[in-house]
Structures are given as C-alpha cells and as structure tokens.
C-alpha cells in the first residue's frame, strides 16, 4: 500500500480521518459510492471540502493512486468529484488509480479552490 507522503492525516482540528495507517489484515474495503443528502451536517461538509482541497494540493488534476486514502471519505466523493482513472477499475484495491475531476469538484466545493482562484486574481 502507498503511503501518501505530506497529505493530511484528518481535517485539522477535527476526527475527520483522510488516511489510513495501515493496511487492512482482512482485507481491503472498496470504494462505494454514498449518496450525499441536503441535510447532512456542515461538519460533513467541511470534511469532505476539505479532503477535495487535500487531493487538488497534493495531486492536481493528475491520476493518484489510491494507496493510503481512506476508503470511507473516498466514497463521498466518489462517481462525482473523484473518478476511477482506469477500466477496469477495481474499487478493492490499494493500486486502484483514480482522478480528480476538477470542474465537478469547483462547482461542489468551490471554497476548496478559493487559494488557486485568489492567486489567478
């Protein structure tokens, strides 16, 4: 499993966990997608902007690896902002490559590309 060297941890100061510190003994736990409600709590939201601001920092608009990204916090983002980067893509694998799908993610979470835009201005 790669680790992610230099991605957060979790969302800073919060229990909202963006990696993993080793892989699973029982196996690896897939990538599903969750479906996100109007009502879920702004906590919620704020992990998951803050997550898509982490993968945009650290990769770009690049395909990544999956390695050390929790699966759980991949899964509320994933067949929207975060993509599979490969057909067949296998959603229980720690090599499984995936991409940031970067207009999806500015109209989702446009705080999380606040930095980059004041930097265009």
Do not use: C
């Amino acid at each position: 499993m790669l680790k992610h060297r230099g991605f957060p941890g979790r969302l800073p100061g919060s229990d909202y966990q963006f990696t993993i510190r080793r892989a699973n003994p029982k196996g690896v736990t897939p990538i599903t997608r969750r479906e996100r409600y109007r009502d879920r709590k702004a906590a919620d939201r704020r992990a998951d902007a803050g997550f898509v601001q982490a993968i945009w920092q650290h990769f770009g608009e690049e395909p990544f690896e999956r390695g050390n990204l929790d699966a759980g916090r991949l899964s509320w983002l994933f067949g929207r902002e975060v993509k599979p980067a490969e057909d067949p893509f296998d959603p229980a694998s720690y090599e499984a490559m995936l991409i940031l799908d970067v207009p999806v993610a500015r109209a989702s979470f446009p705080e999380a590309f606040e930095a980059d835009d004041e930097e265009g201005d």
